[in-house]
């Protein structure tokens, strides 16, 4: 059973930093592309974040300059650093990874979610 598990959110103030992590556990071959989702109130989920395997990466405009993202191949981790935080931010944000649980067999898995929100 594969579980992504977030955690890091909460409140912050605008112009304030939050760590995201998510880490994937249970029977996994090999986890390819991994990255970071929001969705915000009455909006679709929106792409974040993503870094491959080799830890290549890509941004959304909104969080280009203002957010990093890193992983830890060995742990099976990752990371989104946001720093500049504006309300807009607020959501919450979804991990994704993209696992190979078999050598024949891949697919997309999420986790739960964890929310932040940018307030003063």
């Known amino acids: 059973q594969v579980q992504l598990v977030e955690s890091g959110g909460g409140l912050v103030q605008p112009g304030g930093s939050l760590r995201l992590s998510c880490a994937v556990s249970?029977?996994?071959?090999?986890?390819?592309?991994m990255g970071w989702y929001r969705q915000a109130p009455g909006k679709e989920r929106e792409l974040v974040a993503t870094?491959?395997?080799?830890?290549?990466?890509n941004f959304a405009d909104t969080v280009k300059g203002r957010f990093t993202i890193s992983r830890d191949n060995a742990k099976n981790t990752v990371s989104l650093q946001m720093n500049s935080l504006k309300p807009e931010d607020t959501a919450v944000y979804y991990c994704?990874?993209?696992?190979?649980?078999?050598?024949?067999?891949?697919?997309?898995?999420w986790g739960k979610g964890t929310l932040v929100t940018v307030s003063s």
């Open positions: 994704l990874a993209h696992i190979r649980v078999t050598f024949l067999r891949a697919m997309d898995y």
């Open positions: 249970g029977s996994i071959f090999s986890i390819n592309n």
């Open positions: 870094i491959t395997t080799e830890g290549t990466t």
